[in-house]
């Protein structure tokens, strides 16, 4: 797929089954189409064990693809030096 675009989110509709739509020029960012019609923006990398990890940035509306794009251009350099958002996110999400 091409750029990510506001035009091109809102022309994907939701199926049966969640499905992502990734973006050619920012290899790893894409959107994640729930069955409800909620979309929601995403990296995708691989962690220090060469496991693959989905981050989730935020929801289309409330982030913009600009926006989203930028945050997604941070994280590769943060997962570089070490840093898994995933389980951080896991890590504070538990009691």
Do not use: C
Request: glycine fraction near 8%; charge should be positive.
């Amino acid at each position: 797929m091409s750029r990510l675009t506001k035009r091109v989110i809102d022309q994907r509709q939701p199926q049966a089954h969640e499905y992502f739509a990734w973006e050619a020029e920012l290899p790893g960012f894409g959107v994640h189409v729930f069955p409800s019609g909620r979309k929601t923006y995403l990296i995708q990398y691989r962690d220090a064990h060469g496991r693959t990890r989905r981050y989730g940035l935020g929801p289309h509306g409330m982030l913009t693809p600009d926006q989203a794009r930028t945050l997604a251009q941070q994280a590769p350099a943060r997962v570089r030096a070490g840093d898994n958002p995933t389980q951080q996110r896991q890590r504070r999400a538990r009691p």
